[in-house]
């Protein structure tokens, strides 16, 4: 028999990030070319929140910071491999599939963001790349796009693997990152490393 107990792993402000990039997100994404405003303050909201979550991947508490679980491809692969024949190992923070995907959305949003700034800057002559000029609107316009959709397609992927490890380790992961808290138990868990 497992002696469980919580542990907290999710800390207040990277939860609410989490639940603020997913808003932002999607009120961007919803609102592309109908609500030019909104779209927009909603692309600088996900800025900030990028940035905010740089800084707090160094300075934020053990299982927010990059240190303790960005891994090697190599072995963010392996982990996919072992989840795809449900024998993962259970870790109480990131996992390295978990690490490669924090990696992926990170830099997808990162360059929704950039190229959606230069598209401002080359169609409204407005925002931080107001002086872009428009030669390359259109070019921007793709590569935002294209962005913007990868993301998107990241994110069902990211809930998908959620539901998975959920499933596998019999434990409510979206609940985690609403309390911050997750079981610990002596035998199978293991922290990221």
């Not at 919580?6 to 939860?15: A, Q, T």
């Not at 491809?73 to 996992?95: C, E, M, W």
């Not at 949003?109 to 000029?133: E, H, K, N, R």
Request: proline share 2%.
């Amino acid at each position: 028999m497992n002696n469980q107990k919580l542990i907290k792993v999710w800390d207040l402000p990277l939860r609410i990030f989490h639940w603020l990039l997913v808003a932002g997100f999607f009120v961007a994404y919803l609102t592309e070319d109908d609500l030019l405003t909104v779209h927009v303050w909603a692309g600088y909201s996900v800025a900030g929140l990028l940035l905010f979550r740089l800084v707090w991947g160094f300075i934020g508490t053990e299982y927010s910071r990059f240190s303790n679980f960005l891994c090697s491809p190599v072995r963010s692969i392996a982990y996919v491999k072992d989840l795809i024949a449900f024998k993962t190992t259970r870790y109480i923070g990131h996992n390295p599939a978990g690490a490669a995907m924090i990696v992926l959305l990170l830099v997808s949003l990162t360059m929704t963001v950039l190229t959606g700034l230069a598209v401002y800057g080359a169609d409204q002559a407005l925002g931080p790349l107001a002086s872009i000029g428009s030669s390359n609107e259109k070019l921007w316009e793709e590569i935002h796009e294209f962005f913007a959709n990868f993301t998107l397609f990241l994110v069902v992927f990211h809930v998908l693997g959620v539901a998975v490890e959920s499933y596998i380790h019999r434990e409510n992961l979206a609940r985690a990152m609403l309390t911050g808290y997750k079981k610990l138990t002596t035998d199978s868990a293991r922290s990221s490393d």
